[in-house]
């Protein structure tokens, strides 16, 4: 079902996040006939995949020896089209609704209504916002254009944004040293500054910096950054606080804070559902919220024994998928089909 009443949207499943396992959802859903809109805060698919890290590669899809965020967001794309989702970017699920014993009812802020007998929350850790440096000023010098690698940036979406530019990065983690290591080898030059000299970083991270700065490809502060200065907010320098009581000023073009982030539940925490710390308890044999039509795949939920992995949210996508039919198909019995041998799942596919 996919139709409009009064401006109001109405299909069998509105799909909350189009992250990776959103997009599987699709593919899932579809492969049984119910057809489904997708509404997320980004202004496009991938989720953490796209957001957070689109160019490193992932090395734990089945079957995949390596893929970046974004090339598995790009083939769950391609592998979701034949069904045709409808995607609603830039927008904020900000209400869910019962109308009745069979259908919810969901808002966004740019108040669209959307009507379903199915809702599937896959809204990962909620809208994740990076955790800035206290630093005064810092939001002047944010860069607008992503393709730049001028100014501050929380994450990096196009690696050769980055050359030939003076780079300061900030952090211990595995986000700070993983990029140190990343874009060093296009810089023109490369700081880390981190407050301590003891990384949360892999090990093997850590010694991959250290051997850089042995070399003097890359420096090394313990310290921390005291402050920004630039001109019409085009960043200049930065300046830092060494551990030892130093204060130095360094020519800089970038300057990359990775301090976390803060994942912001949001509204999903007001629907009422059953949570354990601002996660969806979830029935392991269907993904099922406690309210009937509500379910929640990937990083949103949880269960016993549960782990953030990509390829958990696929396998709760396919039981969601097998569970829901009955709610869009009350009367139809669902017959079980592989992909392989089913002519009529192959015809859905567009297999020729
Ligand atoms: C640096 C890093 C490396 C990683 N490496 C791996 C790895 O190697 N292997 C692996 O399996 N996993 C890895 N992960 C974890 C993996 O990315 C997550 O498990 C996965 O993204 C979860 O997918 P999801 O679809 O549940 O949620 P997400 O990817 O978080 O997507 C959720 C989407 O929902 C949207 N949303 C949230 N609330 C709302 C709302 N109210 N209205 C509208 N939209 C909303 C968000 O904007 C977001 O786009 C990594 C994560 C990070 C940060």
């Known amino acids: 079902m996919n139709g409009q009443k009064q401006n109001i949207i109405q299909t069998d499943v509105v799909i909350i996040g189009a992250g990776p396992c959103g997009l599987f959802a699709v593919f899932e859903l579809g492969l049984l006939d119910m057809q489904a809109h997708l509404i997320d805060i980004l202004d496009r698919p991938g989720g953490q995949c796209a957001e957070l890290y689109p160019e490193k590669p992932i090395y734990d899809i089945p079957g995949m020896v390596e893929v970046s965020g974004q090339e598995l967001t790009d083939l769950l794309m391609t592998q979701a089209a034949p069904f045709k989702p409808t995607f609603h970017f830039n927008r904020m699920v900000v209400a869910l609704e019962k109308i009745d014993d069979r259908l919810w ?11 379903a007998p199915v809702i599937v929350i896959a809204a990962g850790g909620g809208s994740f916002q990076p955790k800035k440096p206290p630093l005064a000023g810092i939001d002047a010098f944010e860069a607008k254009d992503k393709t730049d690698g001028a100014g501050v940036h929380y994450a990096v979406r196009y690696v050769q944004a980055f050359a030939d530019k003076h780079i300061l990065i900030s952090g211990g983690g595995d986000s700070a040293l993983d ?17 301590r000299d003891e990384f949360r970083a892999a090990p093997d991270s850590v010694r991959k910096m250290r051997a850089l700065v042995a070399e003097n490809k890359m420096t090394l502060h313990i310290g921390q950054v005291a402050d920004l200065k630039g001109e019409a907010n085009v960043l200049k320098q930065a300046v830092i606080k060494t551990k030892a009581g130093e204060t130095k000023t360094l020519a800089i073009d970038s300057f990359l804070p990775f301090f976390g982030l803060t994942m912001k539940l949001g509204p999903v925490a007001d629907w009422g559902l059953n949570l354990t710390e601002n996660l969806i308890n979830v029935d392991t044999a269907s993904f099922a919220t406690d309210q009937a039509g509500i379910y929640a795949i990937g990083d949103i939920n949880n269960y016993a024994g549960k782990r953030k992995l990509i390829l958990s949210g696929f396998h709760e996508a396919a039981l969601m998928a097998h569970d829901a039919f009955s709610r869009v198909y009350p009367d139809k019995k669902l017959i079980f089909q592989y992909t392989t041998s089913s002519t009529n799942l192959q015809k859905k596919l567009g297999v020729k």
């Open 105 to 115: 009812r969901i808002t966004t802020d740019a108040q669209e209504i959307f009507e």
């Open 179 to 195: 990029w140190v290591l990343n874009l060093q080898p296009l810089a023109k030059s490369m700081t880390l500054v981190h407050r």
